[in-house]
Nanobody
Framework: QVQLVESGGALVQPGGSLRLSCAASGTIASIYTMNWYRQAPGKQRELVATIGSSGGTNYAESVKGRFTITSDNAKNTVYLQMINMKPEDTAVYYC?????????WGQGTQVTVSS
């Protein structure tokens, strides 16, 4: 069973930058989708960014131009680079892997944007 471990969450000031990492252990299918979700207190979990095994990406409108999702297949790791961060980016960020019939979640990492 593949496991996901997120890291990189922290307290950052508005306008600052942060990079999250999601490391996958185990063997992943050649066709997959890796996603970053986030959930703020009292709100539903929302999809932030997606990267497919072919390299294609998609972003929520609220983060376009500020967040970038990339993958390092040699390291089985996906990254979420965040710049020009805003207080409304404060949330627990979750990594999600989907392939075949599997839908795997990480434990989440807290990101807080505050002065």
């Amino acid at each position: 069973q593949v496991q996901l471990v997120e890291s990189g969450g922290a307290l950052v000031q508005p306008g600052g930058s942060l990079r999250l990492s999601c490391a996958a252990s185990g063997t992943i299918a050649s066709i997959y989708t890796m996603n970053w979700y986030r959930q703020a207190p009292g709100k539903q979990r929302e999809l932030v960014a997606t990267i497919g095994s072919s390299g294609g990406t998609n972003y929520a409108e609220s983060v376009k131009g500020r967040f970038t999702i990339t993958s390092d297949n040699a390291k089985n790791t996906v990254y979420l680079q965040m710049i020009n961060m805003k207080p409304e980016d404060t949330a627990v960020y979750y990594c999600n892997l989907r392939y075949d019939t599997y839908n795997i979640w990480g434990q989440g990492t807290q990101v807080t944007v505050s002065s």
